[in-house]
């Protein structure tokens, strides 16, 4: 933070769609925490996240590789495709 970066941290119960994150632009500066495929983001990290933010599952999917999370963040995340 003290170098000017957001936190988002993915987590399966945030509060906000990933896409939907307001207040990103081309400057924007933006520290992604995802966690393992095994373990999620620690509560220590959610509590001090800016954003604690999820991706949203239809039918039997109940959890996403890491990478592919992170795919679908930084893409969502993207100023071009981000909600301001």
Same mark, same amino acid.
């Given at each position: 933070r003290e170098a000017g970066y957001r +936190? +988002? @941290?993915l987590?399966?119960? !945030?509060? +906000?769609h990933i !896409?939907?994150?307001k207040g990103i632009t081309p400057d924007s500066r933006i520290l992604l925490v995802i966690g393992g495929e095994a373990t999620s983001v620690s509560q220590f990290i959610l509590n001090e996240a800016d954003d604690v933010a999820r991706i949203d599952q239809h039918g039997k999917?109940?959890?996403l590789n890491a990478s592919v999370a992170a795919g679908i963040a930084m893409f969502c995340l993207s100023p071009q495709n @981000? +909600?301001?």
């Open positions: +936190v +988002v @941290a987590d399966a119960k !945030g509060t +906000v !896409g939907n994150l999917i109940n959890s @981000a +909600v301001n």
